[in-house]
């Protein structure tokens, strides 16, 4: 479903506006605005900019506007939910299931820098093998180990459909994650899978949503390891809905279950959390609620701890976020040039999250409307941004 009409309607009535007030205030058509509050219309990015601009969504409902075009092309049934449904059409199987766990927890750690549509295709390749390896007979014990692969295969799989713009395949891939977590009793799957639930939501500024989600999650998850990004993404909730003092708890909490979690295995694997992670998140958290001084230095340790030494970028997703903040922080200080380098730089990565990237792209392209709205950097920036979209 088009969340940007959601978001319009949510934004326009905390402020106390009518249809038609808003319709003044822009100026734009009634008629107009109200099918696009009911999802019949999109928005032209320079009406979707006006609007975010008017009811002061802060660069969310620009992200919305583009976000719904690429999801409108996800109209395909997955092929990843139809292998998982095969699943459960068959027996059970005897395998060498440890080369296949191994070869799901590589494919994990290739989640940061791997060609996206490459990932899923491979992962989709495994999810058939695991389909196989479940037509034969086997004991119970190895039956509930390939369902913890094809749960971990489906995660990767929706993680990367949700980066790709494919809204509705993530979301259907997404469900039967959770499935497949709950039949085989593995609360880290179940909790990851609530998790991405939570970030989802975010992304579509479903803020209320994504605190239910990151909650439940954390209750079905105790312990594990993802209640350390459940917690995050708790703090990220709280930021984006003005709960600072929430957030900065939240932060607090998850840092200590993390402390006392020690050092995972496979940091480089995307369903594990390591302090380099939760950096990240402290960023975002710090950026919303305009603790730039943090925001920065956290930035900065994203992009450091990003970079190999031999300077290649290994992992773009953060970094390009990072530098996005660091674009954010430049502007709120006076800094146009930097702000605008930072924030075309940010682009130049191929392996991108398209829903967080334009999120948090979208509060830069406020900044300057605020500030620079005719300054050629700003023009620059909006065309490497519409590049991206």
Excluded at 187 to 203: K, R, S, V
């Amino acid at each position: 479903m088009p969340t940007f009409g959601a978001r319009m309607r949510t934004a326009r009535e905390t402020r106390g506006l009518s249809l038609a007030a808003l319709a003044d205030l822009l100026p734009a058509d009634k008629g107009h605005l109200s099918r696009l509050e009911n999802g019949r219309r999109r928005p032209g990015e320079d009406l979707a900019r006006r609007i975010d601009y008017v009811l002061g969504a802060r660069g969310e409902l620009i992200a919305c506007a583009a976000l719904d075009v690429a999801a409108a092309t996800d109209t395909r049934p997955s092929e990843t939910v139809e292998l998982l449904h095969r699943l459960h059409t068959g027996d059970t199987a005897s395998a060498t299931i440890e080369t296949l766990q191994a070869t799901v927890t590589e494919l994990c750690c290739h989640y940061g820098w791997r060609d996206a549509a490459e990932l899923r295709a491979e992962g989709q390749v495994w999810l058939r093998e695991v389909a196989r390896l479940l037509h034969r007979p086997t004991g119970l014990r190895q039956h509930r180990e390939l369902l913890v692969c094809a749960g971990w295969l489906a995660l990767l799989i929706g993680c990367v459909e949700c980066d790709l713009g494919m809204r509705a395949s993530a979301e259907a891939t997404r469900t039967a994650a959770r499935q497949l977590g709950d039949e085989a009793g593995h609360a880290d799957i179940t909790g990851w899978a609530w998790e991405m639930t939570a970030w989802f939501a975010l992304t579509q500024s479903r803020h209320e949503a994504a605190l239910t989600a990151a909650r439940a999650g954390q209750e079905a998850a105790g312990r594990q390891r993802v209640g350390v990004q459940l917690i995050a993404q708790e703090a990220k909730a709280l930021a984006r809905l003005g709960d600072l003092h929430g957030a900065r708890t939240a932060l607090d909490r998850g840092r200590q279950l993390l402390d006392g979690l020690g050092a995972p295995d496979r940091p480089d694997n995307h369903f594990e959390v390591d302090p380099g992670k939760w950096l990240f998140y402290a960023m975002d958290a710090c950026r919303l609620a305009e603790h730039d001084v943090l925001a920065e230095h956290y930035a900065n340790e994203v992009v450091r701890l990003g970079t190999g030494p031999d300077g290649v970028d290994r992992s773009p997703m953060r970094t390009a976020e990072a530098r996005l903040t660091l674009a954010v922080t430049a502007l709120r200080s006076g800094e146009l040039d930097r702000a605008v380098e930072q924030g075309v730089t940010a682009f130049t990565a191929t392996r991108r999250s398209l829903p967080s990237l334009l999120l948090v792209a979208g509060e830069v392209d406020v900044e300057l409307q605020r500030r620079h709205p005719r300054e050629h950097a700003t023009a620059e920036f909006r065309d490497a941004l519409k590049a991206v979209r």
